[in-house]
């Protein structure tokens, strides 16, 4: 819409040129005598016209004598037939010509007017894209939204699960209420504070929670804001907000996903020196380089691929400090669920302590997420409050997917996927130290699922040893062992176990050095992980012998650990078919009802003493 300044502007230029029109026509008509076609017809008989321009609609002429002090004159034309007819009855007549003055002024000012609105349309249109200042100029302007301390309405009351990143940000809070003080014994802030973590572990909500401390203005935007189509862009909105932070100081800055801003330079084989990003990337140095932390001004940074940055923007003096924002621990986990759980109705069996052991490796936002879910699924069935069976059902949607009871198997299919199951869950049992089996189900689940089996982890682990892996890769060959056993035959159903089995037996010989034929040497580097130089090309650092040797080492470690589950699948074949005929009939299995059933289990000597997924993920079949 026009604001009101273009509006009066417009109304102005349309009543000067009605004005105009008018006076024009005044003036021109005021010096002419205007007379009706008979008194016309009566001076040319007369002789008291002198001369006449005549056109299609008009008579226009020049009078012999002045009539009433005009000596010009116009008519309008008449039709021949029709005069004649009027003199015959004696009647007075005249011409009357239709006023073409609007239809000449929308001829040409309405298609003006209408180009006008397109064109402030359009205006305004790019001023929304381009800018707040709107029009072209105001491309690049920062695009950073400003939170005032009554907008960020979040504290560290808010955020739980990282009390050290929050234990660490703490000073800057001081920092930012007292500038001059904090200062007193010579030391300075740092200028730039990383949270580095995995996707959904709360940096955005902690950079906001010190804004909310702190009482200051929060200036926050995304590292892709700063890269527009044209060049220089990017650093000209680098260089705008800076000079906003700097009129609003004490304040924070806060750059979310900076590996889209702060990517290292030069990599690549198409990199250049004259890039858009490179540009932005140089002047954000520049600034950071260029402004005094005593004024006031903290910039923080939040990204999940830290190895991506450029050196030069991690050095001291720009981004002094990383602070990591891990996964929580279960302690962590409960005090998330404690603070997502205020506004939901819970019932009396609900136990956060319990559900927090439950998601091991779950961040912050999974566990919103799961609270979400849970009081999702108590909605449905039109409950006063959301008990533990809704947290249950919520953590195996996740998990697991959700259940497609409309996948009809046949009666072969469900007998190979129940011992398949059952397989898996006897297999942890019989192994001490191992995860509960907390539920057992043939009921397909998510896109591949045929079945699934949950383990709750006992604890947090953080190392693991060989007895400990090969535990695992025991639990999740339990289900293809067991088809061996029961069927003589193998399915296909086991696709995801193989790959996960690979993939640890693989770590086990070329990451972890614990094949002694291989020596204590890794031969595969793990994946870049935080604060780590980016290597955009791995190569193969050992020869073809070797690989050949780590090959046979794999297939050796799968291979016992597969012999050995077979071995005690057939020490308890009984209880095996004793629970995949229980299975059969009731689909589900839950803890009680497992921990009934495997009380006669012929258990293995005592060697792990715990078997930690990194998330409860299923072994589906």
Not at 17 to 39: D, N, T
Not at 56 to 67: A, C, S
Not at 198 to 204: F, V
Not at 429 to 440: E, F
């Amino acid at each position: 819409m026009l604001n009101k300044s273009k509006l009066i502007h417009i109304i102005y230029a349309i009543v000067a040129i009605a004005s105009i029109l008018m006076i024009g026509r005044y003036f021109s008509e005021g010096a002419v005598k205007v007379l009706p076609y008979s008194e016309f017809q009566t001076l040319l008989e007369k002789k008291g016209i002198k001369e006449v321009m005549i056109s299609q609609d008009e008579i226009r002429g020049v009078l012999t004598k002045p009539i009433d002090g005009k000596t010009h004159f116009v008519t309008n034309r008449v039709d021949l037939e029709l005069v004649k007819l009027l003199d015959k009855h004696g009647i007075k007549y005249t011409g009357r010509k239709e006023s073409t003055t609007w239809s000449l002024l929308l001829s040409w000012m309405l298609p003006l007017f209408i180009f006008l609105g397109l064109w402030f349309f359009f205006i305004r249109r790019i001023a929304r894209g381009g800018g707040a200042a709107g029009g072209m100029m105001a491309i690049g302007k920062s695009k950073a939204k400003i939170y005032m301390e009554t907008d960020t309405r979040v504290t560290f009351g808010d955020v739980a699960g990282v009390d050290e990143a929050k234990a660490e940000l703490i000073e800057i809070i001081a920092f930012l209420k007292e500038p001059a003080s904090y200062g007193r014994l010579g030391a300075r802030m740092p200028k730039g504070i990383l949270l580095v973590g995995p996707p959904g572990t709360g940096k955005t909500l902690l950079a906001r929670a010190v804004a909310g401390e702190a009482k200051v203005p929060f200036f926050s935007i995304s590292g892709s804001e700063f890269v527009e189509l044209f060049v220089g862009v990017g650093a000209a909105r680098v260089r705008d907000l800076f000079e906003q932070a700097r009129r609003e100081a004490p304040c924070i800055i806060f750059v979310d996903e900076l590996d889209a801003l702060g990517r290292a330079r030069g990599i690549g084989p198409m990199s250049g020196g004259h890039d858009e990003k490179e540009q932005t990337l140089n002047q954000l140095l520049a600034e950071l380089d260029g402004f005094d932390p005593s004024g006031g001004i903290i910039m923080i940074g939040a990204t999940n691929r830290p190895e991506v940055l450029d050196p030069a923007l991690l050095r001291a003096g720009r981004f002094d400090r990383q602070i990591l924002v891990d996964r929580p621990g279960r302690e962590g986990r409960a005090a998330i669920l404690k603070v997502h759980v205020r506004n939901v109705a819970l019932s009396r069996d609900v136990d956060t302590e319990v559900v927090a052991s439950m998601t091991p490796g779950f961040s912050g936002a999974d566990l919103a997420n799961l609270v979400n879910e849970a009081a999702l699924m108590a909605t449905r069935r039109n409950a006063n409050a959301v008990t533990m069976d809704d947290f249950t059902s919520a953590l195996e949607r996740i998990v697991a997917g959700l259940e497609k009871k409309n996948r009809l198997l046949n009666l072969r299919e469900r007998e190979i996927v129940a011992y398949h199951e059952m397989g898996h869950a006897l297999t942890s049992a019989a192994l001490p130290g191992a995860d509960i089996v907390h539920k057992v189900s043939i009921i397909p689940r998510g896109i591949g699922s045929l079945g699934y089996t949950i383990q709750r982890p006992t604890e947090d682990r953080f190392v693991m040893t060989r007895a400990e892996l090969e535990s695992r890769l025991m639990v999740l060959l339990g289900g293809r062992a067991a088809e061996r056993l029961i069927f003589d035959h193998l399915s296909t159903g086991a696709a995801d176990d193989l790959n996960k089995v690979t993939d640890i037996a693989r770590s086990m010989a070329t990451r972890y050095g614990m094949v002694a034929e291989l020596g204590h040497v890794t031969y595969d580097r793990e994946p870049s992980t935080f604060l780590q130089t980016h290597e955009p090309f791995m190569q193969k650092q050992y020869s073809e012998d070797t690989a050949r040797e780590i090959d046979c080492a794999v297939r050796q470690i799968v291979d016992a650990a597969f012999e050995r589950t077979l071995d005690i699948l057939r020490r308890n074949r009984s209880t095996l078919e004793k629970g995949a005929e229980l299975l059969l009939e009731q689909e589900t299995l839950g803890e009680d009802e497992l921990s009934s059933l495997f009380d006669e289990v012929l258990r293995e000597a005592p060697e792990p003493t715990s078997n930690p997924d990194a998330t409860p993920s299923p072994t589906t079949g």
